[in-house]
């Protein structure tokens, strides 16, 4: 089993609707980071979280340590919003060290 | 500010063929990483590095090499490819804040090696 499970792997969705994309993971960590890969390649930072909730435009994150699991919300999903969005966690005690879920897949039509 | 930057971009490798990565970034940041990604897999670490001088080996490090000579470079080596080593490389870079909470992560835009 994965230390880093994302779901679901794939997700398509129509304009305007709302999103979630899961990640549970195994180990005690430090801090969760949500990553967006777009078409192309390039790899950027959305959030950082080690607790509650971060909110970026149409982006939400939260993370429940006790449960350990994050989700990923987007709202109001608009078609730039395609891309391969990543789940990575630092874990305690591995000093600086992620460990990366496989992604999951969104494409968001008109 | 760039960022961080990787070269090449692009390289296609015949086997047995060396070729080295550079990573460069300008954040003044002191731990820089290399990492594989490939399809089905999440991305992988193959070295990093937590200060100039030093470097450690990730979860794929058989058949790479790295140096980080200085701070601001993280370079990353093939001595005789395989096309085993076909996968997209990035290169990334942050820091340790205070009290060892972390920060952002910062990606380079990638590296496609085809090995033939």
Redesign the interface.
């Known amino acids: 089993k994965?230390e880093?499970e994302q779901s679901p792997q794939n997700l398509t969705a129509q304009e305007g609707e709302f999103i979630t994309i899961n990640c549970s993971y195994s180990v005690g960590i430090?801090?969760l980071?949500w990553?967006q890969q777009h078409p192309g390649?390039?790899?950027?930072?959305l959030f950082?979280l080690?607790s509650g909730k971060k909110k970026h435009g149409r982006l939400i994150a939260t993370i429940n340590i006790q449960e350990k699991h994050s989700s990923l919300h987007i709202t109001a999903s608009h078609p730039r919003d395609s891309a391969v969005y990543?789940c990575?966690v630092?874990s305690t005690g591995t000093?600086?060290?992620?460990?990366?879920?496989?992604?999951t897949r969104l494409q968001v039509t008109l | 500010n760039a960022g961080v930057t990787q070269t090449p971009k692009f390289r296609v490798l015949k086997t047995g063929q060396s070729m080295t990565l550079l990573c460069a970034q300008d954040m003044n940041h002191e731990y820089m990483y290399w990492y594989r990604q490939d399809p089905g897999m999440g991305l992988r670490l193959i070295h990093y590095s937590v200060g100039e001088g030093t470097t450690a080996k990730g979860e794929v490090p058989d058949g790479y090499n790295v140096s980080r000579l200085k701070k601001q470079n993280f370079l990353l080596g093939l001595e005789s490819a395989a096309p085993s080593q076909t996968s997209v490389y990035f290169c990334a870079s942050g820091n340790l804040g205070h009290l060892g909470l972390n920060t952002e992560a910062f990606f380079g835009q990638g590296t496609r090696l085809t090995v033939v």
């Open positions: 994965n880093v430090s801090a980071h990553l390649g390039g790899i950027v930072s950082m080690s990543i990575a630092r000093a600086s060290k992620l460990t990366f879920g496989t992604g």
